[in-house]
């Protein structure tokens, strides 16, 4: 193939690989805190589209897509430094004062966290034995190299799994019985502020608009006003290394775009800052009268990259244990535009929250372990006022449904949308409001990939043992104490990578450790014995002091 070269200028050049939100994070930190011209900085994105998994988009005539949602609370330190430098779209002010602003505005407060039988349960009491919650604190006190590879049904019974506890926090985070009893002890602790009024969903807070309009838009357009390149549609197939005993250098970066191969020489002053994995890579779209299929992990670049660089290379991390598990990883969610329908109100009368209050809703009784939500609208910028949109989710995408009896896989929007009402028990009315849905499934087979069971090394340090120049960002990577599949890992990783890898003397926020507090513990632990507890610390968010 013929190669083509990029135009360089003088100076040190950073290259990023990936334009997810890390990579995203990583340029604006590389600007702001190690004072590096934006027009040395370059992002190669294997998509025409930024965002990575923050990519929230559409139309209301082809219907919107939403692939993920992610919640954010008030403890995600990084991520509100970083968009303390960021304006808003809206002017005026910056993207952390605006979330602030908006979660005093709009309380989130739900009175239906769970559904059965189409009658909501207000606070749902969290069901745990005594037996159990002295498991739950021995896993939290339980060093974590202890656990090695461990399920968290290695660690509990049988029963701990039927517990409205349990049923509320899988489908809040997103947990499987065979994920990692590391990551669950993780978040235990990360979220122990939030185990107060979890079965109301205190302390969980929202953008004004989805994700990609209210923190990828205003970052690309600050990103572009400091000159950063964007090479999109660019794949990046892999890097060439200088070894010597014990260290890599990297010399050039392999990428195809169009068909066409090409490289790009990395200078003895510049530096790679790469991705690893992606927990929406080979996503399928499916339709009203559509299910979308299953695809492998050679649908895409992430993972192969990863695999090719790690190979012969212990200290780049073990790719294959987040990769090679499809059927523990995946799930399927959907995004359903309504327009002039009545289903927002069958929701709001069901529940008695209105869209943007009440949160996450899971319906007790589905085979699939299915949620949606209802958010604040307009939920995009420029959405007609006419027009509806919400998410939802399933976790166990291979059993039959109980109204539409397939599984949640196999499904079309359509049929999708017919369970959602039987569960709501609102089937006289599904085809009106099937009439005015487009709903569109996504298929995810990595998206859960994080958390399955690890051991020490599986996931690389930011700066790998012996790297020179290269560091790895994202939710791959090893960062102590943080939890993985939120947004704030991935910007933690982004600091962690420019301050480190530049030798900056910074430090990224520290991690939040409620867990050395009594008061939160005493609350929580009482909590967890459905003692009711009066927090101050469930109440309306305060703005991180970074």
């Known amino acids: ?91 005026g002010k910056t993207v952390t004062q605006e979330i602030f602003g908006w979660n005093q505005v709009i309380k989130h407060f739900s009175k239906s966290r769970l559904v059965r039988n189409g009658h909501r ?118 890097l060439a290394f200088h070894e010597e005993t014990g260290c890599q ?31 929406t890579e080979a996503s399928s779209i499916g339709s009203m009268d559509s299910a979308p299929v299953l695809n492998g992990k050679s649908s895409g670049g992430a993972w192969a990259l990863w695999e090719k660089i790690a190979s012969g290379r212990p200290n780049f991390g073990r790719p294959s244990v987040f990769v090679d598990h499809i059927d523990q990883s995946k799930w399927v969610s959907f995004t359903t535009s309504l327009r002039d329908s009545p289903f927002f109100r069958i929701v709001r009368d069901v529940t008695g929250n209105v869209p943007g209050e009440g949160g996450l809703i899971t319906f007790a009784e589905s085979n699939w372990l299915a949620s949606i939500v209802l958010p604040h609208q307009p939920h995009f910028i420029g959405q007609p006022k006419d027009v509806d949109v919400f998410w939802g989710y399933g976790l166990l995408v291979d059993r039959p449904g109980n109204f539409v009896k397939k599984p949640m896989s196999a499904c079309t929007g359509r049929e999708l949308m017919t369970e959602m009402l039987g569960h709501l028990q609102r089937e006289s ?58 947004i704030e890992y991935s910007v933690r990783s982004a600091q962690t990578a420019v301050y480190s890898l530049l030798r900056l003397k910074r430090e990224p926020p520290a991690i939040y450790k409620e867990q050395y507090d009594p008061r939160i513990l005493h609350k929580a632990f009482a909590t967890l014995r459905d003692i009711n507890v009066v927090s101050s610390l469930s109440g309306s968010p305060i703005e991180p002091t970074t």
């Open 1 to 91: 193939m013929e190669n083509q070269r990029m135009t360089r200028d003088e100076g040190a050049k950073i290259y990023l690989v990936g334009g997810g939100i890390a990579s995203l994070a990583a340029a604006a930190f590389l600007i702001r805190d190690a004072d590096i011209p934006g027009r040395n900085i370059t992002i190669l994105e294997q998509f025409e589209r930024l965002g990575g998994s923050l990519d929230g988009g559409g139309s209301p005539q082809d219907g919107y897509v939403i692939r993920g949602e992610r919640i954010l609370e008030n403890k995600y330190l990084c991520t509100y430094d970083l968009f303390s430098s960021i304006p808003s779209l809206s002017g």
């Open 249 to 279: 250098t990297v010399e050039r970066i392999l990428y195809v775009r169009g068909g066409i191969s090409g490289e790009l020489e990395v200078g003895r002053d510049d530096y790679v800052i790469v991705t690893l994995g992606s927990i």
């Open 429 to 486: 009315e599904t085809e009106q409001v099937l009439k005015r849905s487009i709903c569109i499934p996504c298929m995810m087979p990595f998206i859960t990939s994080q958390f399955l069971p690890r051991e020490k090394g599986d996931r690389p340090q930011v700066v790998p043992t012996g790297s020179k120049n290269l560091a790895f960002t994202g939710q791959f990577c090893e960062l102590p104490d943080d939890v993985v599949f939120t």
């Open 121 to 238: 349960i207000d606070a749902p009491e969290y069901g745990l034995s005594e037996q159990q919650i002295l498991t739950l604190e021995r896993l939290a006190a339980e060093p974590e190299e202890m656990l090695g590879a461990a399920s968290i049904s290695d660690r509990f019974d049988r029963s701990f799994f039927e517990t409205n506890f349990w049923l509320m926090w899988c489908t809040t985070f997103s947990f499987q019985p065979w994920h990692s009893a590391a990551e669950f002890k993780r978040y235990l602790l990360r979220f122990a502020h939030i185990i107060v009024g979890f079965n109301r969903l205190h302390g969980i807070m929202r953008t004004v608009y989805e994700k990609y309009d209210s923190m990828v838009r205003p970052l690309h357009k600050w990103l572009e006003e400091h000159g950063v390149r964007f090479e999109l549609n660019t794949r990046v197939t892999d």
